[in-house]
């Protein structure tokens, strides 16, 4: 098929190839993928290097219609463009972090709306840096049931265990703007607590999402403290902030968020507006009905409805 992203693999929800020309002239948000599993923190490999391809094959099943967002159509608000996958180099860390760094800068210079399809956490330091290369100031809302903090995982500083860890050390990513939203879980250590809090971070757990009586205002709180005296809000979704009921191609954890409260939440904050978003963390492997890779197409669809109203409100 002409419009297949490589092989057997189709464009993201029927998405125009723009991954040889490049050219985001005609496109409204930009879909890219980053196959990258690097240092695996426990147990063997997830296999979450093949997120970005089963998650496009997935997503071939929908339509972009939402009859319970007052019947959006999605696809008829916005036209995705297809951008491929960054060529990370498996045995070069350093390397492979460089090339996520470039491609995604080039992505967020065209001021789409740009979604990245993981892969493992690690990648969200190099997507983030690009931002702030272009001389921004960027807030972060991290989705998550973990810290994703710690220092490095046997010397690999740009593990999945560490993403936040080099976020902290950029000055361009005031540490006061990154919002660690959904911990929870004994998968945390008690030094990414303390790393948190010492890099005075904002820490959300599952327990003050479950007191709140208002999601949506909830939400506009979160992106408040995010934007607070920033250029742009960024967020990062790891699957795990879900509950594993709802996640079973993904990381173990339990107490998380229902599908339900994950969709609210990134409706509303894309809805008040953010640069660019990814979603990492799917493990096709283990997930034979691929139940988590579908359900990305729909996370996603919820982020550009809430987009789409975000620019409606700017017209008007």
């Known amino acids: 098929m002409a419009n297949n992203i ?28 980053v196959p990258w599993e690097g240092a695996v923190t426990w147990g063997d490999y997830t296999g979450c290097e093949l997120g970005p391809k089963v998650m496009r094959l997935c997503s071939a099943r929908y339509s972009g219609y939402l009859p319970e967002l007052d019947h959006i159509d999605v696809l008829e608000h916005v036209k995705l463009g297809d951008a491929g996958d960054v060529d990370v180099v498996p045995a070069d860390i350093d390397e492979t972090m460089r090339r996520i760094e470039e491609f995604a800068g080039k992505l967020f210079e065209s001021g789409k709306f740009i979604i990245g399809l993981g892969g493992d956490h690690g990648v969200t330091f190099p997507i983030a840096k690009s931002l702030t290369n272009q001389g921004k100031k960027v807030g972060i809302i991290h989705l998550d049931a973990h810290y994703d903090n710690l220092p490095s995982h046997n010397g690999d500083q740009y593990a999945r265990c560490s993403p936040f860890a080099r976020l902290y050390e950029l000055d361009a990513v005031p ?21 948190a809090k010492e890099a005075g971070a904002v820490t959300i757990t599952i327990n003050d999402i479950r007191a709140q009586k208002d999601l949506k205002a909830y939400a ?97």
């Open 6 to 33: 490589y092989g057997n693999t189709p464009c993201f929800l029927g998405a125009k190839n723009i991954s040889k020309d490049k050219n985001m002239n005609d496109v409204d948000a930009i879909i890219y993928g």
């Open 175 to 195: 540490n006061g703007n990154i919002i660690h939203t959904g911990i929870h879980g004994p998968r945390n250590t008690p030094e990414s607590g303390r790393n």
């Open 220 to 316: 506009k709180e979160i992106y408040q403290m995010a934007s607070k005296e920033v250029d742009c809000v960024y967020l990062s979704i790891c699957s795990d902030v879900l509950d594993f009921a709802f996640n079973p191609g993904g990381p173990v954890d339990g107490n998380g968020l229902t599908s339900h409260e994950l969709l609210t939440l990134v409706h509303e904050i894309c809805k008040l507006g953010v640069a660019g978003m990814d979603f990492v963390e799917i493990y096709p492997q283990q997930d034979p009905t691929q139940l988590s890779a579908h359900f990305a197409t729909t996370v996603i669809l919820y982020a550009l409805a809430g987009e789409i109203l975000n620019k409606s409100q700017k017209n008007n």
